[in-house]
């Protein structure tokens, strides 16, 4: 065979230029609502096409503009820039908002996952309503994590990355910290999770409501 001759295969398969694999992950990326990963790019781009380098060159074309590329968790997704997020207000209506228990619940689980139930309880120090948990699973912002390896296997809670685009955090460990919480008005200026020994009568009576159906997950 001739050394001179092309590779057959080779020409076949090859990549489209960088700039091109650009426009079409940039593409797929507003097209798609939720985080995609570079594995499920590259099945969607063409043959010998590089995803990661393709996300890489347009973080930093997207860099100080309306929107950017985000990683949350194990994907990528077009966002608005922080700090344009007040102009979309007018878009976003809230209609309800998360009760105590259930935003107490969901902090504990973000800042000490994976959890068990027994041991949100022993952290807020009160019984953790089932219909609480239910509902942070049916919103998609906790999932179940491995069964621990004692005895009677509990099941564990963690994040989800439906969270954590929520708040548009890369991953738990871009949570902010207790002080800052509270200096956004996020969380009141009470004892820190496992140094509270009970709660008032009013959180244990939001509770038992909690429990008996006449208080769900949600207040207003």
Same mark, same amino acid.
């Given at each position: ?81 922080? =700090?344009?997020?007040? /102009?979309?207000? &007018? ?5 309800? +908002?998360?009760? @105590? $228990? #259930? ?61 954590? =685009?929520?708040?548009? /955090?890369?991953? &738990? ?5 207790? +002080?800052?919480? @509270? $200096? #956004? ?36």
């Amino acid at each position: 065979m001739d050394d001179t001759s092309p590779d057959i295969n080779e020409s076949l398969f090859e990549a489209p230029p960088m700039a091109e694999q650009e426009r079409m992950a940039e593409a797929i990326l507003f097209a798609t609502a939720e985080p995609i990963s570079i594995k499920e790019l590259n099945t969607r781009l063409p043959h010998g096409c590089d995803a990661a380098q393709a996300l890489i060159s347009l973080e930093k074309r997207y860099e100080g503009r309306g929107v950017k590329l985000s990683k949350v968790g194990d994907g990528w997704a077009m966002r608005t820039a922080a =700090d344009l997020g007040f /102009l979309m207000q &007018a878009e976003s209506v809230e209609t309800r +908002k998360l009760s @105590r $228990a #259930a935003t107490e619940t969901l902090a504990i689980i973000a800042y000490h996952q994976p959890v068990t139930r027994a041991e949100i309880e022993e952290i807020r120090g009160v019984s953790v309503s089932r219909g609480t948990l239910d509902q942070l699973l049916e919103l998609e912002w906790i999932r179940f994590g491995r069964r621990r390896m004692t005895p009677g296997r509990p099941v564990t809670f963690v994040v989800t990355q439906v969270f954590l =685009d929520h708040f548009g /955090l890369e991953s &738990a460990r871009d949570l902010p910290g207790l +002080k800052d919480l @509270r $200096a #956004a008005g996020l969380l009141e200026s009470r004892p820190q999770p496992g140094m509270m020994p009970g709660i008032t009568d009013e959180e244990d009576n939001d509770d038992n409501r909690e429990e008996h159906g006449q208080d769900d997950m949600f207040e207003g």
